[in-house]
């Protein structure tokens, strides 16, 4: 079963259940960034990333200039281990992880959580690459992805138990649009995918096909 498969499911399966009155308030928000998000401009193909150096799940320093040392990164930004479809993505690149590093390449993942927070999504998803915390949403606002809750969302949010100041440690209600950069050694973005509906995520098996391309070039 692909991602977008286990999303769908996912999502049928969630709205068979859920209030249509919240599903309604969560859908007008998807569709109020969606008008505003045009005017961004978040990091794209052919631009250089943006470095940073993040904490990991269990409080070491990840810097991503380091990884493209030793080559190519996938990064992907996500909501927090909060948010279900979150979930399925990063299990999703946990069962490609070895083709990821059979290519050379490594895996990061971004969220605004706290290091106790990303310990416990590693650890419900069995991940075995870096989880990293973006407290405050400094990477995320660099690659021009993060955004802020509007006040029902918020609102809703704090009833179903996800206050985002609780996960993240902070006092804001940013979150990152979610997002999968393929980014090879000298810094150069060669895949960027970015969707402010936060139900669609990059297929994994599209940043590997990134990675192979690119390094078809480099034999070349």
């Known amino acids: 079963m692909n991602l977008k498969t286990a999303l769908d499911n996912f999502r049928a399966e969630f709205l068979e259940k859920f209030p249509a009155e919240k599903a309604a308030i969560m859908q007008q928000a998807t569709d109020a960034l969606a008008e505003k998000f045009p005017t961004r401009q978040p990091i794209q193909a052919g631009d250089q990333a943006p470095d940073f150096t993040l904490t990991n799940a269990v409080g070491e320093t990840v810097r991503l200039g380091d990884r493209l040392s030793q080559g190519a990164v996938i990064l992907t930004f ?11 993505e990063l299990r999703a690149y946990q069962q490609v992880l070895p083709k990821i590093r059979e290519l050379g390449a490594s895996l990061i993942a971004i969220s605004p959580q706290t ?15 870096d989880v990293l915390s973006d407290v405050g949403s400094q990477v995320a606002q660099a690659y021009g992805i993060a955004f802020e809750l509007p006040d029902d969302l918020r609102q809703l949010y704090t009833e179903l ?6 996960n993240n440690g902070t006092e804001d209600w940013q979150l990152p649009v ?3 950069f393929v980014i090879v050694p000298d810094g150069q973005v060669v895949l960027a995918h970015v969707d402010v509906d936060y139900r669609q995520r990059l297929e994994p098996a599209d940043a590997i096909a990134a990675l192979l391309q690119m390094s078809q070039k480099v034999v070349v």
């Open 78 to 88: 996500y909501r927090g281990g909060w948010c279900p479809y979150c979930n399925l």
């Open 115 to 129: 290091p106790d927070a990303s310990l416990t999504t590693v650890e419900k998803n069995n991940l075995e690459f």
């Open 161 to 166: 138990g996800h206050s985002l100041p609780e």
């Open 178 to 180: 979610p997002a999968t």
